[in-house]
């Protein structure tokens, strides 16, 4: 017993090495990742929901997996998607290398456009995270709402867009990401299917329940 508590440190503190080894590649590289306050809230909604099947839609290199997925249970599913096929190389070996065996149930990943990867996944899922391209925020959540089990938690990052949906003047760049976040809080405030709330972690997420 004694052993197996002693690996489990061990396990920990390799995966917390590693992170924060991904936070200092990604921030040289400019990969966006997630604020650390997000993660510690991903998961801490994880540890007391305990939630079945999960999916992440923009897992990128892995940094918002590894507080995802810390406390997955042996019977739980996770499924992660990107696009970027790199990243998401990177993603397995970091979480591999992070867990060294742990944590239990089944963990997948899908190289690809998730609008497209979304409608063949043949389960339901009562937790997502979206942290994936801005514009296609709507898409998103519309395309998950045959995909979500009553009760599910679906968790939108970037929401507040480093303040700039509050704007009155964006630039062009920045326009298509801006119109769709505002898709997407449209939709889940206005549809009977959410209920939604937003706090002001990071740059903002907005934590929606469905019923």
Known sequence: MFANEIKLALAVKNGKELLA???VEATS???PIIDDEIGAILELV?????????LEIGC???????????NLGNDSNYTGVDL??????????FIKSSFSGKPGGKIQFYAGNALKIIPTLNQKFDMVFIDAAKHEYPQYIKSLLEKLEINALVIADNIFYDGKIFKKNTSKHDSNSIKGIKGYIDF???????QSHFLDIGDGIAVSLYF
């Open 84 to 93: 970027n096929k790199e990243r998401l190389a990177i993603a397995q070996e």
């Open 46 to 54: 994880c540890f007391i929901r305990k939630p079945k099947n999960i």
């Open 29 to 31: 590289k400019k990969i």
């Open 60 to 70: 990128g290199t892995g940094y918002s997996t590894y507080f995802i997925i810390k």
């Open 188 to 194: 889940i405030t206005s549809s009977r299917y959410f």
């Open 21 to 23: 080894k991904l936070r």
